[in-house]
């Protein structure tokens, strides 16, 4: 128990570093969470060396708690380059985003094609958790990599890497298909800002907040019997309300590890909406 509870304020702390982010990551942002997420490591290495975990706790440490933390460094140094290598003009920047994707594309389907262990993972099978997330079941018959001959075996057990990998290439496809589209949809919303700027309504929540709400309307079909995709229901939003909202797929992401309540803005409508009509009555 008392493992668990540091390594959810470890999440934790993650998660409100995240939160204090502008959705549209600046280099600085990016530089500040990628050195908090390396010492964050550091201190797992030192306690995990000081510790003694029973076996389940030690498959949840390499299977969910340390990919986790090194998922997002991958996720966060891939942005950090990608941004210091961007030529902002914007026909140039959507062909850089369409390669990236492409190659995260082929780079997917080989892993599908080849590797048993990614299939089993998001497959969420758990019969083997023993052997690929306890230390010292290395097993050379699979045909590993190099990097597993240079690892630390007290603080990996190779697989950990891989769902690591694999959680990064998740985030990192949804950045690109985010930013992909928010770069198409740039020209069209310019050009319509003028137009509604006189009758502009000011959203006065949290980009957050407006995010979640967008997220609710679409996986209860509120909008368009979800045939319509979110990212169109986001830019409705962006233009009506003047405000951008930038890679909602990883504030999404980020609202589902909250510590509290993950749904804290729909509590709220709910919770003053129901204070006014006791007012009322």
């Given amino acids: 128990m008392k493992h668990q509870t540091y390594f959810n304020s470890l999440l934790t702390s993650i998660q409100n570093q995240e939160e204090s982010l502008n959705l549209l990551l600046h280099s600085q942002d990016i530089v500040q969470i990628i050195n908090n997420l390396q010492l964050i490591l550091y201190q797992l290495s030192a306690y995990l060396l000081n510790s003694t975990l029973t076996l389940e706790e030690e498959i949840y440490f390499f299977k969910v708690l340390k990919p986790t933390i090194l998922g997002k460094?991958?996720?966060?140094?891939?942005?950090?380059?990608?941004?210091s290598s961007l030529n902002r003009q914007m026909h140039l920047e959507k062909k850089f985003f369409s390669k990236k994707l492409t190659q995260l594309k082929n780079q997917s389907k080989k892993y599908i094609r080849k590797s048993s262990f990614y299939k089993y993972y998001i497959n969420n099978r758990t019969d083997k958790d023993h052997l690929y997330f306890s230390r010292g079941n290395i097993d050379l018959k699979e045909g590993l990599?190099?990097?597993?001959?240079?690892?630390?075996?007290?603080?990996?057990?190779?697989?950990?890497?891989?769902?690591?990998?694999?959680?990064?290439?998740?985030?990192f496809y949804s950045y690109l298909k985010d930013q992909l589209y928010l770069l198409e949809q740039q020209e069209v919303y310019s050009c319509k800002s003028n137009k509604v700027k006189s009758q502009t309504l000011h959203w006065s929540e949290s980009q957050n907040a407006l995010i979640e709400l967008i997220y609710a309307l679409y996986v209860?079909?509120?909008?368009?019997?979800?045939?319509?995709e979110i990212r169109k229901i986001a830019i409705v939003f962006q233009e009506l309300f003047q405000i951008p909202l930038g890679d909602i797929h990883h504030a999404f992401h980020r609202m589902k590890t909250r510590a509290k309540s993950r749904t804290c803005y729909l509590d709220k409508l709910k919770q003053e909406l129901e204070e006014y009509m006791d007012k009322d009555i």
């Fill in 73 to 83: 460094l991958i996720y966060y140094n891939k942005i950090y380059r990608l941004e």
């Fill in 145 to 171: 990599s190099s990097v597993a001959f240079k690892i630390d075996m007290e603080f990996s057990t190779y697989y950990d890497i891989k769902v690591a990998k694999i959680i990064a290439d998740n985030m």
């Fill in 220 to 228: 209860t079909g509120s909008i368009g019997h979800r045939r319509i």
